[in-house]
């Protein structure tokens, strides 16, 4: 299985990763079936990343497999409401802020094609702010990231996924699911 990245708010942001280049790149890999982690298929997708999918030899093999993610943005908007008062969350939370800042900004400088979008160095990026979110946040980061992607984990091996198969995710999860999903 291949591990395609997307970001589903700031794709046309990407220097050499339009909606065409994506498109190309994902059938570059003729894939059986793609299988997508971002919405539902209930219309719950962002525009340029709708328009990827809409595009016909990507449509025609399309299979959703996310999960409905207010439960978890509901989760975590509790939870920062219950601690912002904290001074000491508000100093982690301020910290968290600025690593995801740098890091979007680092790899924003880095990327330049579809390769580098999906590269080992992107995933160890995102891999390392979300071991930094679990160290200083760990109830929230299982209760919402892990608990989330394990749900989605749980929809993707029910759609039995092959080898010559895509799947589609943010840029964030592919480092989770590449280790997840590593027999592949």
Known sequence: MIIIALDPDN??????????????????YKPERILCTIGTGNGDISPTVQGILDEPEIKQKLKFVGVDNSKYSLTEAEYMKKNSDRIDFQIKRNVLEMIDTSIRSFLEGYWNSPET????????????????RATIFYDLEEATWENRNESILNNIRSASPGRNEVLLCTLEERYWFNEKLSVF
């Not at 979008?117 to 930094?132: E, G, I, P, Q």
């Open 117 to 132: 979008v999906n590269s080992d160095l992107t995933d160890t990026m995102y891999k390392a702010k979300h071991r930094l």
């Open 11 to 28: 794709i046309k942001q990407i220097k050499g990763y339009t909606e065409k280049d994506v498109v190309e790149y994902i059938s570059s």
